[in-house]
């Protein structure tokens, strides 16, 4: 069934020829200028039309420009963007360019100057006296005016409250003129006289740094602390307030904010209110009947602008990244016919709600006229809205025929406005857009009018997936925590496991349980009075029984079939996957993990199941190594023997699951010592490889100090391999005591290593700060800093570092630190109380080498530790040189990138590292020069994903092995090479090889 309307050939009929009145009146005006005949617009949406990679380049030249701060910088950015295509933007450009390294404002200058230009084809100014002249232009053709100042996402307190400060202003600046001019325009009047002819757009985005839609409770009380001066503003001075909407992230809390702050009774009344929705949207229909219900329930009159939606590939790239399910119509004739049927939806309910039909397409409008005609609706108790700068054909049209028009202008400084300005332009450059494809005489205007829901089935998905062979790894999806039904389920998991606290968990030997040893207690590092579990001590006779057991199971593992031990992993995968808000639970309590870090512990900890069962199944395929005539030349793999895992606190199902399962699935027999701050859940996940049908021996649960137990292991006679994930110390201990060789050893050891790092991110001249900050801020504070992968050092190139610095650290106090059974919690506890020790000492230390520029407030219950940034720091200071595995962020200055690429790559370390940069130069060197095992280019340091970035380091971080890479299980594999003579008297079979 259809979730479109049916069409219906006499409204198909109708629709078609208000259409054509449409257009007959839209050719009687001039072309619009960036589809003109002539004009250095049309030239460039031209090129940018037929050439992909062109438009690409000039979008991402157009977005830095703002940052560039000198006419070199400008041109230098030119030339690595355009080359010798630059001359596009303007054929005068050919001399200058060539003279431009004698010169370069000679380039630099009309280059600003055509951007500032072209911004302002959507712009309509960057003052409060741009807009009035705007508004009374508007005004002498019948337009009314909503504004929306420019600005999106905010970094700190400071900005949002500059953003409300401008939104205030405007409100004053614009009442004030209306006031001199009472009379209201044709746009302005409605079906019982003037409406509120100051119409303002509010983006929640720009109103707080504390948006997290995971914690939209706390979310919705920062939002309204702003909103309300703004809506009483409003309801003084006559003003409508329009919530926009952005991506769909922020969708469900900008409908709760808007419900919840009109339900309280200053506002339950004035001012008058209107909402943005999404038809490009699934769940659009479900949101504006829940509103619509809303607004009769308690009799508030509202306007809905219905829009396509600005954000189609964001929103299908991000869902793709994440294996969510797209929330966008994945063809463009979906998302036109879904807004043909909430515009029915809209009308029917027109007694509470006014329509505004926000489209440039022609058929959309027409539909839309037609439906309210056929319900005998006055045409003033709807409008329709566009763009100023885009359409001004089809709003003069709309105003000749009657109907109420209201152009959307975007007020503010034309370059920081660029984000706005490289939507439009995609707008208007979309092989599917529809003033693209009628101005240029794509498609007839037969075809332009005909209903969407005819064309679905031809239609293509731009950006759909390529299908994935069968038995292909897919990565788990990550759960999406702004989703209410997900909170949900993880509260009452939370609440569900804290009543199972207590349990004592014995070893596991041979698949029997060894109860009677001493029990260590395991406690949450939130509330460490709070007993998670306890775990049983092993002792070295159990070290010797479990390496026994597992050198007795390992010939029928070994011979056990690939597929029967590739399928055990994939059970056990879905077993996580079934419980993923009780393991949730397990490692919030135990390892303090908040919610959306715990919850990417758990895909990951399914990945490396999934993802190594389907590499293991490709590698027990011989392979031929050379095809000769009368040969038959394979190569095969054989398990090693006896493992022994050793994993740290800081992914405990992640990383202890990683080394456990991909020797398991090799063939070989695993010894399994967790770390001792999370071993009750690595019982959990003893218990789930039970459950998944392990069989006894293949893998025996060790919990147990690394003192006691963790060198005898490692240095045993009858252990083949080590798999190793924690500090440099031991690391290294168990490397040097590896390469020992004891009497009766049968194999020499295999060590896989991975340790810690120095982890740096370089801050380029042309970064995009807005996004920078963000990531900036996740890499080093994301589950307190306790990632191998976490960022430590900031290189900031000197002449941005105050400017960033300011930002950055005004930034970090919107970061909340607290308990991490709370959603709303980024940075909770560190994982105990010789950690939390440890780091203050070297924050002390760091007091009396650098600056301390900021210093979080920690809990005084638990182990915590107040997130510090310190600033001027050298190269030399220790805290550039030690990791310190905490919330602690050292910033160093650097005159040019050459400094800051030997900086990175100046300790110890080669872990992680990143550089965020908008100039292709500087990003192609940091591919050839940053010498780390996993480089992120404007983007964060920290989340590798399996399959997608296998992780791992060298020098002093590892072995320069790759966990969840495809080579990996080869570590844990002898390779073997099988050579038959099939030639017989001279004859060969054909098909040997």
Partial sequence: ??????????????????????????????????????????????????????????????????????????????????????????????????????????????????????????????????????????????????????????????????????????????????????????????????????????????????????????????????????????????????????????????????????????????????????????????????????????????????????????????????????????????????????????????????????SHNVRTVAHAIVQAERRGIDPRAYEFQALYGMADELKAALIQMGHRVREYCAIGELLPGMAYLVRRLLENTSNEGFLRIKNMGEATKDQLLGNPVNAIAAAPEPLAPKPRPAGAFVNAANTDFSRTASREKQRAALTAYSAQLGQKWPLIIAGKKIPDREYIPSVNPAKPTQLIGAWARATVADADAAVAAAQSAFPQWRATPVNDRATLLERTADLMEARRFELNALLILEAGKPWVEADADISEAIDFCRFYAVEMRKLAKPVVTQPVPGEKCLQTWTPRGVGVAIAPWNFPLAILTGLVVAPLVAGNTMIMKPAEQTSIIGAKLMDILIEAGVPNGVVNFLPGYGEDIGSHLTSHRDVDFIAFTGSRAVGCAIWESAGRTLPGQANLKKVVCEMGGKNALIIDTDADLDEAIPAALYSAFGFSGQKCSALSRLIVLDEVYDHFVERFVSACSAYPIGDPALPGTLIGPVIDAEAQKKILGLIESGKKEARLAWQGRAPQEGYFVPPTVFVDVKPAHMIAREEIFGPVVAILRAKDLDEAFTMVNGTDYALTGGLFSRSPKALERAQQE????????????????????????????????????????????FPRVIVENVMRRGFTPPDEN
């Avoid at 309910?349 to 329509?355: A, E, G, R």
């Avoid at 399959?947 to 990996?968: D, L, V």
């Fill in 930 to 973: 940053l010498l780390v095992g996993n480089l992120y280019l404007n983007r964060g340091i920290t989340g590798a994903i399996v399959e997608r970035h296998p992780f791992g380091g060298f020098k002093m971080s590892g072995g320069g092995t790759k966990a969840g890479g495809k080579e990996y299980l080869q570590n844990f594999l």
């Fill in 1 to 358: 069934m259809s979730p479109f309307l049916t069409p219906d050939p006499a409204v198909d009929a109708a629709v078609r020829a208000k259409g054509e009145r449409l257009f007959a009146l839209m050719d009687q005006q001039s072309p619009p200028a960036l589809f003109s005949k002539k004009g250095a617009y049309a030239r460039l949406m031209e090129w940018s039309m037929k050439d992909p990679a062109f438009k690409t380049q000039l979008f991402r030249f157009v977005d830095v420009l703002p940052s560039l701060n000198s006419s070199a910088e400008i041109v230098r950015h030119l030339q690595e963007y355009l080359g010798d295509k630059a001359v596009e933007l303007n054929p005068a450009l050919k001399a200058g360019l060539a003279a431009s390294s004698f010169a370069p404002a000679l380039v630099a200058k009309p280059v600003k100057a055509q951007i500032v230009d072209m911004a302002g084809q959507f712009v309509a100014g960057e003052s409060g006296e741009d807009l009035i002249k705007q508004i009374k232009k508007n005004a002498k053709l019948g337009l009314a005016t909503t504004i929306d100042l420019l600005g999106e996402t905010v970094v700190n307190d400071a900005e949002a409250d500059a953003f409300l400060r401008r939104n205030l202003e405007i409100l004053d600046s614009v009442s004030k003129h209306f006031a001199k001019d009472p009379q209201p325009c044709f746009s302005d009047l409605g079906v019982k006289g003037a409406l509120p002819r100051l119409n303002l757009s509010v983006k929640v985005s720009a109103l707080t740094p504390d948006i997290n839609p995971a914690d939209p409770e706390n979310s919705l009380v920062a939002l309204k602390q702003r909103f309300r001066p703004i809506l009483r503003r409003a309801a003084e001075v006559g003003a409508l307030i329009n919530f926009d909407m952005e991506s769909y992230k922020l969708k469900d809390l900008t409908l709760a904010l808007f419900k919840s702050i009109f339900e309280e009774p200053e506002f339950a009344q004035t001012p008058a209110i209107g909402i943005a929705l999404q038809a490009y949207l699934r769940d659009c229909e479900q949101d504006l009947r829940d509103l619509v219900a809303w607004a009769r329930q308690h009799n508030r009159p509202l306007n809905v602008r219905l829009v396509k939606g600005a954000y189609w590939d964001y929103e299908t790239i991000l869902a793709q990244q994440r294996e969510w399910p797209a929330p966008v119509w994945q063809k463009k004739p979906e998302s036109d016919a879904n807004y043909e049927k909430l515009t029915v939806f809209l009308l029917d309910n027109i007694d509470i709600v006014t329509p505004n039909f926000a």
